[in-house]
């Protein structure tokens, strides 16, 4: 089993940065992690994922250019630097782990360990 533990989240300025963090923990995790997030009545949103060893990353066409993921497989850790933030990034940030198939890292349905989520609150 796999816990995963989000944390950074909080209250900032358009045009402010963010750096969450997402520490999993109970046994070696090498698989595939993820950001989504969840705003008020809408669905669940990719934002970013890592490969296994972190040498392939994926991002959505709405945070390309100013979030980006890393991980540090040392720490069991994952990261996502949000640079530029804009109000309608304000949401719920999930951090997910899976053995995601190629192609298919953008579906939360291919995730089966999530944590219990950070809010970030982006004032205009």
Known sequence: ??????SGGGLVQAGGSLRLSCVASGRTFNNYMAWFRQ???KQREFIA???S????TYSATSVKGRFTVSRDNSKN???LQMNSLQ???TAVYYCAGGLVVVGRETNPDDY???GQGTQVTVSS
């Not at 089993?1 to 989000?6: A, D, G, S, T, Y």
């Not at 060893?53 to 392939?56: A, E, I, K, L, Y």
């Open 112 to 114: 089966i360990y999530w």
């Open 39 to 41: 705003a008020p009545g």
């Open 49 to 51: 994922a890592s490969s």
């Open 77 to 79: 850790t994952l990261h």
């Open 87 to 89: 109000p309608e990034d």
């Open 53 to 56: 060893r972190g040498t392939s």
């Open 1 to 6: 089993q796999v816990q995963l533990v989000e």
